[in-house]
Nanobody, 128 residues
């Protein structure tokens, strides 16, 4: 069974940077997309970004566009989320997830229920 393990969270001051990693283990099949979501206290789960397997297309929520960058290392089965210019509003638990349904779709894969396996999350704290 596919396992996802996030790392790289921590505490930073506003304006700082962090790089999150999503280590995808036991991956023995094709996949459609890997996404990052975040959950903050009192807020709904929010899609942040996803990267597609076939052509490497990347998509971002408006709230992070221009500040966050998603990338993948196919050899290592790791997906990264580089987060720059962090703001207190970015504080949350960040989860990565994988969508193994290979149906072609248009645009961002931003619905949490499209994803099949999830990691436990890594916490990001941003102080002002």
């Amino acid at each position: 069974q596919v396992q996802l393990v996030e790392s790289g969270g921590g505490s930073v001051q506003a304006g700082g940077s962090l790089r999150l990693s999503c280590d995808v283990r036991e991956l023995t099949r094709d996949w459609y997309a890997i996404g990052w979501f975040r959950e903050a206290p009192g807020k709904e789960r929010e899609w942040v970004s996803n990267i597609n397997s076939d052509d490497g297309s990347t998509y971002y929520a408006d709230s992070v566009k221009g500040r966050f960058t998603i990338s993948k290392d196919n050899a290592k089965n790791v997906v990264y989320l580089q987060m720059n210019s962090l703001e207190p509003e970015d504080a949350a638990v960040y989860h990565c997830a994988i969508d193994i349904d290979l149906r072609p779709r248009m645009g961002a894969n931003d619905l949490w229920n499209e994803y099949d396996y999830w990691g436990q999350g890594t916490r990001v704290t941003v102080s002002s």
